[in-house]
């Protein structure tokens, strides 16, 4: 049986960073929804023209296509193990998708990080994030900023500010957070895998807590 993580909480709480973490840890695929996007934005694709209208106001990317690049991405072989989900599901109708697809792929949600913070470190947390224009490594200028200013540790590439962690885009995707995916938390509490997490703690700390977790 394939393993599969979804990581749940707002934008700016750490998902990234601890989804990198645990996908290391674990020896599972990463899949950043968020990622997929701007990989697609870069490359100036088909979905990401389409998805780039949406990101820019802050709003969800429609469901369909959301749910077919991630069924594409979970057929890749490197998710044969199994995947550490990030930004994905978002809304009740991806969870279902989910459901049904992890089945084909000879699995379901094993369990459900909920990572919580206050909003006011929300917005702290994503105004002063740089992110790795190669790899989408995180960075955070007060917090953990990189070895050398403006490049990433880990591969040298440009580190650059997100057009959508601008503070009045910030404030509205955790509106569309608590109005379209926080039904989420409910969804994942009554199957009983939801696992909630204190994010307003260090990097480390965070990461000894869902592992830890996560054990049992
Ligand atoms: P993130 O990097 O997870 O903060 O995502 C950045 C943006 O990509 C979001 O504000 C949405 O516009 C879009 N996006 C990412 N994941 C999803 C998803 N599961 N459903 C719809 N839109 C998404």
């Not at 809304?91 to 990572?115: C, H, N, W």
Request: aromatic share 6%; glycine share 8%; proline share 5%.
């Amino acid at each position: 049986m394939a393993t599969y993580i979804v990581l749940l909480g707002p934008p700016g709480v750490g998902k990234g960073t601890q989804a990198r973490i645990l996908s290391e840890s674990k020896k599972l695929a990463h899949i950043s929804s968020g990622d997929l996007f701007r990989e697609n934005l870069k490359n100036q694709t088909e979905l990401g023209k389409l998805a780039k209208s949406y990101m820019d106001k802050g709003e969800l990317v429609p469901d369909d296509v959301t749910i077919a690049m991630i069924r594409d991405r979970l057929s890749r072989p490197d998710c044969e193990a199994g995947a550490i989900l990030d930004g994905f599901p978002r809304t009740p109708a991806q969870a279902d998708a989910l459901e049904v697809m992890l089945k084909e792929f000879r699995g379901s949600v094993d369990a459900v990080p909920y990572i919580t913070a206050a909003e006011t470190i929300l917005v702290e947390r994503t105004g002063g994030r740089w992110t790795c224009r190669a790899q989408g490594h995180i960075y955070h200028e007060k917090f953990n900023p990189p070895k050398q200013a403006g490049l990433c540790d880990v591969d040298g590439s440009e580190i650059y500010q997100r057009d959508d962690d601008k503070v009045e885009t910030v404030t509205k995707r955790i509106r569309v957070y608590l109005e379209q995916t926080m039904p989420l938390v409910d969804y994942y509490r009554k199957a009983g895998k939801l696992i909630e997490i204190d994010g307003t703690q260090s990097v480390e700390s965070v990461t000894k807590v869902l592992l830890g977790a996560l054990k049992r």
